[in-house]
C-alpha cells in the first residue's frame, strides 16, 4: 500500500505543477486553491508512504514523478520542447524510480 501512496502522491505534486502553471497565466483563487489542494495531498501521500518506505527511495521517487511528469505535462499540454535530448532524460529519471522500486 505504500508504494500505491508514494505514487498517488507522485501524481497529485504533477497536478501541483500544472496549478502552478495555470495561477501564472489565470491568476484567480480557484487556481490558488487547487495547486493547495493539489500539494497538500501530495504531502499527505507521501507521508503516508514514508511510514513504511526509507525516506531516501520515498522522496526520489516522490520527486522523480513530480519532476518527470511535470515536463510530459508541459510538453503535451502547453507546447514546451519535445526534442530527444529531453525524452532521452525523462526516461532516465522515470528508470531511476523504477530501478529504486526494484531493489527497494
Known sequence: MAWVSLMIAGL??????LMINKLHKDKNWQSVALMIIGFGASFLFL????????????YAIWTGIGASGGAILGILFYDEPKDWK???FIGMILGAAVGLKLIS
Open 12 to 17: 497529485f505534486e504533477m497536478f501541483g505543477v
Open 86 to 88: 529531453r525524452i532521452f
Open 47 to 58: 507521508s503516508y508512504a514514508m511510514k513504511q518506505l526509507p525516506m531516501g527511495t520515498a
